[in-house]
RNA sequence: UGUCCGAUGGUGUAAUCGGCAACACAGCAGAUUUUGAUUCUGUCGUUCCAGGUUCGAGUCCUGGUCGGACAACCA
């Protein structure tokens, strides 16, 4: 109960776009609730930089009462597919959102987009022009000298309504015209500089149809859309900030509803690419295998890896909302996973890299089961029998012939634990011809069944550990960071991030693991004791289970033994 | 010699509108531990620069410096 007040207290400051709501809302400029929307062109899959977003605009309107539309921005009907409309609202659904009924397209406005144009066609504020695309951009000039007027500019108003409605007949062919807005060639804001409408392209639309061969271009369709669903605090990235003029300047000279645009800083994160064309390029060039990789930064990737969308959503509250450029360490968002998965996995015990120990003194053809705890911090989730047997498997970097210092694990006459079992130690090793370790022979104490020894002597060290009678085997995808570099775009003179990746970021191997995991189900969670949190891949078949390999656990043994 | 935006520890984000610069991650050190995990404790380190206003400036003013965005018939 303390806890609630605790977080308000924490909570009370604010960030940017929170306080020009307070303030909105406190001037009474907000006359119902305040209306947010999310969205995406559906050219791609979502990232966690869309993530961060989505959690913005739902997480707004949960907090200020009002309500956050999913909206599709497809107005280009060339890259835009339903494949890409039904994994965003997967993903959307699955980070925890809602948006109801209120699932709306900017193609549901087409017809009043293309009324808004005839409005300002005739206020004389917009003209067909001829020119192509080329021609366009030479007379566009360059922030400091100023552009060159269309010589279409001064087409008459019934001339180009005549024009316009041809164009949207498909009377001509692609890029023949476009509609332009009659704003500023003079302007330093190259936006304002007479920007395209509409553009002409004879191409089939997801939801559309055939209907049109003309389409508006974003700054003529998402303020519209905008306005038409009354949208209090349009949120997007710095990078359309100075779009913002020409927003505000189709909104006065429709006089229609009133939406404001507010930008914020994208997430960018370390050995990480952000942009769709990156991540369209990963896929396409087969660097990758699939939006859904496990490598990818895409929400069904994460997903798929075995990232929470609650760790999501910690995260994206925890790097804030602001307008200065940023890079998050990523090793931000694996504390925000490891945090979640630490308190919702069971430990389980798994071999990945197996060496062969037979306790020498052991009866052989007997099995016992052992009482293993699901989870030590959590009572609740109960125990299991883990068989144990003469021979068993442990990670081959448990052991080690000659220890390094503070090496506390299996060594020639040094004593550890078997996590849940006995305590063993290792007497003998024996080596095939090439002098690799073939298996290592240990005695057990049987009176330190369970892990405790009753003279209350001590060992440094707890190895997990699968019986090699019992154990299952299963595939183990051991995922890393998909680039090498910090920056990956960040590429020498002639190269690209692609060149950046790290060809280790995906290694498999077969691993052992205790009975006890047979009965895991695609998505479920573990933690892999000592080796990391992993869950259960959808390529796993009713013979063999696949496992993708979350996060590693952190291990300052590596840190301790890699400085040296 | 354009317009707009930004600048706070290694990385992010705060500082309730001028009043002791804090929180998280990362790092380091220690305690606990049947996971070298978790947990706990401690610790390191911050206001881009120069002036000005003020009893008092991260915050206000002036001038710089540095960084980013903008010249698709993409969004």
Not at 7 to 18: Q, T
Request: proline share 5%; with cysteine; hydrophobic share 35%.
């Amino acid at each position: 109960m303390s806890n609630t007040i605790e977080k308000d207290e924490v909570k009370n400051s604010l960030n940017f776009l929170e306080q020009i709501i307070e303030d909105d809302i406190k001037s009474g400029k907000i006359s119902k609730h305040i209306q947010t929307r999310f969205p995406p062109e559906p050219n791609g899959y979502l990232h966690i930089g869309h993530a961060k977003s989505i959690c913005l605009n739902f997480g707004l309107a949960k907090k200020y009462n009002g309500k956050c539309n999913l909206r599709f921005d497809d107005t280009n009907p060339v890259t835009e597919d339903v494949e890409y409309v039904d994994s965003i609202k997967e993903d959307v659904r699955w980070l925890g959102f809602d948006w109801g009924n209120n699932e709306f397209y900017a193609s549901d406005y087409f017809d009043k987009i293309y009324e808004f144009a005839v409005k300002l066609i005739k206020d004389g504020k917009a003209y067909v022009c001829d020119m192509t695309a080329e021609e366009v951009s030479n007379t566009r000039g360059t922030p400091t000298i100023p552009g060159q007027f269309s010589p279409f500019r001064n087409r008459t108003i019934d001339e180009n309504l005549n024009l316009f409605e041809r164009m949207k007949n498909g009377e001509f062919p692609d890029g023949a015209k476009t509609l332009r807005a009659k704003v500023d060639m003079a302007s330093p804001n190259m936006q304002l500089r007479d920007p395209v409408m509409y553009r002409i392209k004879h191409a089939h639309h997801h939801k559309t149809g055939n209907k049109w061969c003309i389409y508006p271009m974003y700054d003529f369709a998402h303020g519209q859309s905008d306005s038409i669903e009354g949208i209090t605090h349009s949120i997007c990235t710095l990078e359309f900030e100075v779009h913002r003029p020409l927003y505000d300047w189709y909104i006065k000279q429709l006089d229609i509803f009133p939406s404001h645009q507010y930008e914020f800083a994208r997430l960018n994160m370390t050995y990480t690419v952000m942009s769709k064309r990156k991540l369209l390029e990963l896929v396409k060039g087969n660097h990758v295998n699939g939006w859904d990789d496990p490598r990818m930064p895409t929400i069904s990737g994460m997903r798929r890896r075995g990232y929470t969308a609650e760790a999501i959503r910690n995260f994206a509250d925890r790097i804030g909302i602001a307008k200065r450029e940023n890079v998050i360490d990523i090793a931000l968002l694996e504390f925000f996973v490891r945090e979640h998965l630490n308190k919702i996995t069971p430990r389980m015990m798994t071999v990945i890299n197996p060496v062969k120990v037979v306790i020498t003194n052991y009866p052989e053809n007997q099995t016992e089961y052992l009482d293993g705890k699901n989870n030590p911090d959590d009572e609740s989730m109960g125990t299991r029998k883990v068989p144990f047997s003469r021979e068993l498997y442990i990670e081959a970097d448990d052991f080690m012939e000659i220890p390094e210092k503070k090496f506390f694990r299996l060594a020639p006459g040094n004593e550890v634990r078997l996590r849940y079992a006995y305590f063993i130690k290792c007497n003998e090793i024996v080596k095939d011809e090439n002098g690799t370790i073939k298996e290592i022979r240990c005695t057990y104490d049987p009176e330190s069944k369970g892990g405790k020894s009753p003279d209350g002597r001590k060992v440094q060290g707890t190895l997990h550990w699968v019986s090699a009678p019992h154990a299952i085997t299963a595939e183990a995808r051991l995922y890393d960071r998909l680039f090498m570099s910090e920056n990956p775009e960040d590429a020498e003179e002639g190269k690209s991030f692609v060149d950046n990746m790290n060809p280790n970021s995906l290694e498999i191997r077969n691993c052992y693991v205790e009975p006890e995991l047979a009965n895991l189900k695609v998505g479920e969670k573990v933690q892999f004791e000592r080796v990391g949190y992993f869950n259960v891949d959808k390529d796993s078949t009713d013979k063999t289970l696949v496992f993708n390999r979350t996060v590693t656990l952190k291990d300052n043994w590596a840190k301790i033994s890699g400085k040296k």
